[in-house]
Each structure stands twice: as C-alpha cells, then as structure tokens.
C-alpha cells in the first residue's frame, strides 16, 4: 500500500498507484510502499464483453433441458407443453452483461422457484436472495477456453440450483461464481451448458433481446387496423376502415402494446378502452376490466421459423381481448397465452392474425409508435 506494507501499516481506506503505461488490452502500474521499493504490476484484459454486451433472456424453444451430455435435453426440457406457459415469470428474467464487464440478474418481481429455496411448491414468487439480483457480480468470457464465468455469490444463469458438480439444497450453498461452458455463441444466441453431478448436464439456450426489432411500443393502425375475415388477413366482413368506427374507439386506438427489451409484455390502455357487450353490457369505452386490463405483465416471444408471436400471461393481448386460439370470449376460458400468426414484420408495421375457429380470422395491423 502507499507508503508501506501490511502487517506492518494499517489497511487503508484506499490505495493510488501510479500509472505507467496504459493501451487497449494491458495497464501497467507502480506503487511506492516506502524504504526505496517500488511494486510493479502489469494487468492485462482478459475478458471479451462486447460479443456478450445487452440483454438476454431464455429462448421460448428449447430454452432449458437437462440430459446426460452437454447439450443433450432428452430427460427433460422446456418443450415440454405447458412449461413455457406455467414458468412464464422465469422466461421474463432478464440477464444483462455489461460492456464493462458486469453482470446482473434481473428478474423483477417474481421468478420461478423451487421447493430448496423455501416454498411448499414449485411457483412463481419474488425472488429469494441470494440469487434476487442483489449480487454485486462480474463475468469473464475466455473464447480460446470456450467458458463463462459469472462472478458473485447468487449470480446465475438459468437455474440457480445449478452449480459446478453439485445442485443446490439451500440458498446459502451459493458458491462466489460459476463457470459454463459455451456450446454455441452467434451473434444474438447463445447456448451454455454445465455438469451438476458425474453425466448430469443442464444446458441453457438465451437469445438476446436488447437488440430485437420488435422492442418498443405499438398501436393499432388507423388505417385497416383490425377486422375480421373468412381467411388469414382478409377483413372483408368487417374492419375499422368502416367510416366512424375509429372515432367511436378512440378510446381503443390510443391503447398501447408494449414489447420491452427483456422480453416483458404490457398492455397501456391509459385509464380507459373499448369495452364490448361481454364484458359491460354494451359495446363503449370505459375503465379496462380484469383480466384484460394491463394489471399483468406478460412475456412475448417471437419464433421467425414458425411465423408466430406469442404472448404469455392471463389477460395479455393484442387487438380485442376476445379473440383467442379456436374460439372468443367468453364462450371460452380466458388462456394463459395466445399465439398469432405474423404475416408481415418490418421496422415501423406488423400484421398479424388469430384463427379463432368456425372460418373466422381476426387480422390486427399495428404501427410503431
């Protein structure tokens, strides 16, 4: 330390040392700890962020899976029907890699669960420290070594039950870091896998979000914004371009879809929409009810090879509310997810369409804000 060295000085609230030499990847450093002797240190930059740097958050297809290789999910996965749907609070978590080499945990509210972390079941709930994101945490890319390291007592990817040679049996097992290896890292993909015991292999599949094009806030279009139809996008039975029909739901065309950069979903209808009679006795605008009225923060996923946008959460929608899979509310029971076709996605407009059974097809057009 300046001016001497322990235990011979107390420890210091600080230490400055001189630098020498400084460039992109090392940083050279010298301190005078007294009686004639210099310490010189040489630093030099091990980790690679910006392959790494943003948002990510767990593929919807094939995002989680335990098997007995590295990247082998046959004993169990995320496919499985109804995971994606009933863990919905966990595939919303959100880990972002800083460009100055941090790491956080970001998972809002609630995440998913598990009974060693001190619930009676398997559930959604608020995070349980410390894997809360309350970590302090850092990571490390090695490409030549192909592994990341994420350093920080609670800090995770996927499970946080999954360490090195081991799965947790109680939160404070916490190890300071843990290290995966990186089966595949492409541009906005990356796949990651560990051994939690001898041929016990979890692998995690993230895809970045902070980069997606379908992030920001969307409305309906007021030009053929909704209608309905007797084939994908066709709305030749009825459709908002009949004059009067955007005035009377204006209350509706200033609702707001919001796809956030973590994979987040929220309905803004901004304190009123346009109610129809199932809902209020007669079609008008008035204050949004429940479930349909933004009180619950779904999650999005799009999948480019399917052509399809689905959106998770009880009463999470796009267009009318109604209009679910096979069939309209409330003939139906409200879903805890709703997936639409998308037949067209650039940067400023998507259209996307609902079967909702009988011949008949709704088509929405949204606008980015």
Request: with cysteine; charged share 20%.
């Amino acid at each position: 330390v300046n001016g001497g060295e322990l235990p011979n000085v107390p420890v210091p609230d600080s230490v400055v040392y001189d630098v020498l030499s400084q460039d992109g990847d090392s940083l050279r450093v010298t301190i005078d700890v007294g009686g004639g002797s210099w310490w010189t240190y040489t630093l030099a930059r091990v980790n690679d962020t910006a392959a790494l740097a943003g948002k990510w958050r767990l593929n919807t297809d094939g995002g989680a899976g335990v098997g007995p290789a590295a990247g082998d999910i046959s004993w169990w996965s995320t496919d499985i029907d109804g995971v994606v749907e009933t863990r919905a609070c966990w595939f919303d978590d959100v880990v972002e890699f800083g460009p100055d080499g941090s790491f956080a945990n970001d998972q809002g509210d609630e995440t998913w669960l598990e009974t060693w972390q001190g619930v009676g079941a398997e559930s959604c709930g608020a995070p349980v420290a410390p894997h809360d994101g309350s970590a302090r945490a850092i990571f490390e890319y090695d490409d030549a070594a192909g592994t990341l390291t994420v350093h920080g007592t609670g800090a995770h990817l996927g499970l946080p039950r999954t360490v090195n040679g081991a799965d947790l049996t109680t939160p404070a097992e916490a190890p300071e870091s843990v290290i995966y290896d990186v089966l595949t890292l492409d541009g906005d993909n990356i796949t990651v896998t560990l051994e939690t015991a001898a041929g016990n292999w979890w692998t995690y599949k993230y895809v970045r979000v902070s980069n997606s094009p379908w992030v920001g806030n969307w409305k309906l279009d007021l030009n053929g914004g909704a209608g309905v139809g007797p084939a994908a996008g066709d709305i030749s039975w009825w459709s908002t371009d009949i004059d009067g029909v955007i005035e009377t739901r204006a209350c509706w065309f200033d609702d707001v879809f919001h796809f956030g950069g973590g994979g987040n979903f929220q309905n803004f209808q901004d304190g009123e929409t346009w109610l129809e009679d199932w809902q209020a006795g007669a079609e008008q605008c008035g204050a949004p009810l429940a479930p349909h009225d933004g009180s619950t923060t779904g999650v999005w996923r799009n999948d480019d090879v399917a052509g399809t946008l689905t959106i998770s959460g009880v009463g999470s929608h796009v267009g009318l509310p109604r209009t679910v899979n096979g069939g309209e509310l409330p003939n139906v029971p409200v879903p805890e997810a709703v997936t639409y076709d998308v037949l067209s996605f650039d940067l400023g407009a998507m259209t996307l369409t609902i079967d909702v059974g009988g011949g008949s097809w709704w088509t929405y057009k949204l606008a980015r804000e």
